[in-house]
């Protein structure tokens, strides 16, 4: 579906945007890939590894309306990965985060009706389902924001939907790298928060295919979440380091012990599919019936149980020390 096609991606120049434009040119032969960032530094690198004739490199911030609305002329799908992400930044710096997470969705979500683009994916996480620190709670409200925007564009383009998951394996910034780090640099022990904490766990290849796969799904409105594996944080750093000590060291500024991805209090909104759930707006459209028990290529759901949430503590799957080092050495680290 992507064949001739204009593709946006907010905040392109990071993992995320990274491993979608890899995949993207090697399955389709898309018209124009726009990577839209404000780092200038990360998308002259990333050019020399994707020079395409397709791809266009936009300097600009979600933050900017007018800039966006330009990057978004003739495009017909986007992708919104810019984000504020680090927890602990977000708390010492919470006005910092509020405009580029919720102010900046805004914007992309003016700039997309503005343009009449088709279809619009956010990325979510984790940490908007129940938020107890600052950067869930942004990330909560942009989601909100993107499921509204169908009702302010009715039956008209685009259309927008949301998709939420954990963490990912080896990105920019998680803990992988953080411990490879510590070690090349001679660390005497590995710091972990506490030793029962948890966490989803994705690959980057993981999380784009499922992004792809819902621009053929999407109705347009839902929470897109994928089934996916919980690991032990101490198994973590047992199997990047095993010959290293854990030290706990005290959970940070806003982190959780478990993450959540679906809520008990919207188990009467959540649909159980193969290899994923979703969650389906709870304020009605006017515009469509509001059944998302059927998505736009024929597959159906179920109705989760009342009460149903969506934990990494109590996960039915965690993944062995086996599956974690496969996992870390698919990511290259």
């Known amino acids: 579906m ?5 593709i946006l991606i907010t905040g392109g120049t990071g993992s995320f945007g990274h491993k979608y434009t890899e995949t993207l040119l090697s399955r389709y032969k898309p018209k124009r890939l726009i990577i839209y960032s404000r780092d200038e530094l990360k998308q002259f690198e990333m050019q020399q590894k994707f ?45 910092e985060c509020i405009r580029t997470n919720i102010d900046g969705a805004e914007n992309v979500i003016n700039a997309a009706i503005d343009n009449e683009v088709e279809k619009v994916i956010a ?17 909560l409200a942009s989601d909100k924001l993107f499921v509204a925007a169908n009702n302010m564009v009715g039956s008209a383009r685009p259309r927008f939907s949301v998709v939420r998951y954990g963490n990912v394996v080896g990105s920019r910034g998680s803990v992988v790298p953080f411990f490879q780090k510590l070690i090349e640099e001679g660390t005497d022990h590995i710091p972990v928060t506490h030793k029962n904490m948890t966490r989803f766990w994705i690959t980057l ?22 089934k996916i594996p919980s690991i032990r944080i101490t198994d973590l750093a047992e ?6 000590p854990i030290k706990i060291v005290g959970i940070r500024p806003g982190e959780k012990l478990h993450e959540m991805m679906c809520p008990g209090d919207m188990a009467f909104h959540t649909f159980e599919y193969d290899d994923h759930y979703v969650i389906a707006p709870a304020i009605k459209f006017y515009h469509t019936d509001n059944n998302y028990k059927t998505n736009a290529i024929g597959e159906v759901g179920k109705p989760v149980e009342e009460g149903f949430e969506y934990i990494s503590g109590a996960n039915e799957q965690f993944l062995s020390m086996d599956e974690i080092k496969w996992l870390n050495r698919e990511a290259n680290w």
Request: glycine share 8%; proline share 6%.
């Open 205 to 226: 290849q993981q999380g784009v295919n499922f992004v792809l796969k819902n621009f053929e799904r999407m109705l347009g409105g839902e929470i897109f979440v994928p």
């Open 239 to 244: 199997a990047v380091a095993p010959h290293i």
């Open 123 to 139: 990325l979510s996480t984790d940490k908007a389902a129940n938020p107890v620190n600052l950067y869930g709670a942004t990330k």
């Open 51 to 95: 020079n395409a004739p397709c791809m266009r490199y936009f300097i600009g911030d979600v933050r900017d309306k007018d800039r966006l609305t330009r990057a978004m002329q003739g495009v017909d799908y986007v992708i919104h990965a810019a984000a504020m992400k680090q927890v602990p930044a977000a708390e010492y710096n919470p006005t």
């Open 2 to 6: 992507f064949d001739g096609k204009s």
